[in-house]
């Protein structure tokens, strides 16, 4: 069996057992821990509150990020369509599913070219980091760039799945200096996320000091990508193992206010685990810049795209009630609003 046909399969079963089984983390997110003051008096007109930023030179209609999720296997292209067909419906950003299947084999490339569809929304590349100790450097990370037009490239952390997984590639020894030489030599802004164990205050601070443009917390508390690999495991005992890794990692929430205390100015994406717009909300006054979800944009994506405009669509909805309910006019205002973590204060 050769390599291109294991990493297709393997992304087929990470659309399957993400769709099929329980793959949530044993930890929550950390919002709950966190309140806004209701403000009575708002003085606003619900009509005239403002979502828009930008990003990376981008307008988006909301702080929203589809985030990273799928692309390489044959379900693949209709969910990344849909969900970029929505996304630049309503103007707002998306990242890729992780893009080495595209450079092994060019029949999955066209599940990743989604340029067609989204002209104008943020779109983001994606390569494992660790791709980068496995003969991947800085042509491979250009090449998926121009491959999908992107606007940024996404290097992601792994190193818990890649220990869990069967063919897993763990060698973490080096990596940073070569996202470093990544940084300084690509043309687009280069993004580190981790994919579901979050980022804490050290790791933020090396990544700064090698050069990244924003980092993507995704935290604990949605999915679990331990979880993931133990419905792939072999054995009961690899079946074991992963399992008990279902309470890792730092809760999003936390990881935001971590990376923040560490890199002031840096822009912050905040994932993992997020569900509604209360938590985008959330997200941007602990300090993040961009809320990014997935679980629930695919599960949407593989009904419609106008799922996808439907959801998104319900997400701003509650960020503007929210605004509303502070007395935030703008994504700036919220910015400056502070949490409690005393949920009985009323303004």
């Given amino acids: 069996m050769d390599n291109t046909y294991n990493t297709e399969n393997r992304k087929s079963d990470h659309i399957r057992i993400n769709l099929e089984e329980n793959v949530r983390s044993g930890l929550t997110n950390g919002f709950e821990r966190y309140f806004f003051v209701h403000n009575a008096l708002p003085e606003l007109n619900l009509s005239d509150i403002d979502t828009k930023i930008m990003f990376f030179g981008k307008a988006l209609g909301l702080p929203l990020l589809i985030s990273s999720m799928t692309g390489g296997a044959s379900e693949s ?10 996304a630049q419906e309503r103007s707002i950003g998306m990242g890729l599913g992780s893009m080495r299947v595209a450079l092994e084999d060019e029949n999955a490339r066209k599940s990743f070219k989604v340029r067609q569809y989204a002209p104008d929304i943020a779109l983001f590349a994606n390569l494992g980091a660790v791709q980068l100790n496995y003969g991947y ?23 818990i799945q890649e220990a869990l997984q069967p063919e897993g590639q763990s060698n973490f020894a080096g990596i940073l200096p070569k ?5 300084h030599a690509l043309t687009v802004p280069v993004i580190v996320k981790e994919v579901g164990w979050g980022i804490s205050e050290a790791a933020a601070r090396r990544l700064k000091n090698a050069g990244v443009a924003a980092i993507d917390v995704a935290g604990a508390g949605g999915t679990s990508w331990s979880q993931v690999e133990m419905f792939r495991s072999r054995s009961e005992s690899e079946a074991r193992i992963s399992s008990h890794f279902v309470s890792w990692g730092i809760p999003t929430a936390e990881s935001i206010r971590m990376v923040r205390l560490a890199v002031e100015g840096l822009p912050i994406i905040a994932s993992g685990g997020l569900t509604n717009g209360i938590e985008v909300a959330k997200s941007i006054a602990l300090g993040a810049s961009l809320a990014g979800m997935a679980g629930r944009f695919l599960k949407a994506a593989v009904l419609s795209e106008q799922a996808v405009v439907d ?28 949490l409690t973590r005393e949920p009985t204060l009323h303004a």
Avoid: Q, W, Y
Avoid at 77 to 86: G, H, Q, S, V
Avoid at 137 to 158: F, P, S, T
């Fill in 179 to 183: 996202i470093e030489l990544a940084c």
């Fill in 77 to 86: 292209e209709t969910i990344n369509r849909n969900l970029a067909i929505a």
């Fill in 137 to 159: 450097g800085v042509d491979e990370c250009r090449k998926v760039v121009e491959m999908v037009e992107a606007d940024a490239l996404i290097l992601h952390l792994n190193p």
């Fill in 311 to 338: 959801l998104i669509d319900e997400i701003s909805r509650e960020l503007r009630v929210a605004m509303f309910g502070i007395g935030t006019a703008n994504i700036d205002a919220l910015k400056a609003v502070p």
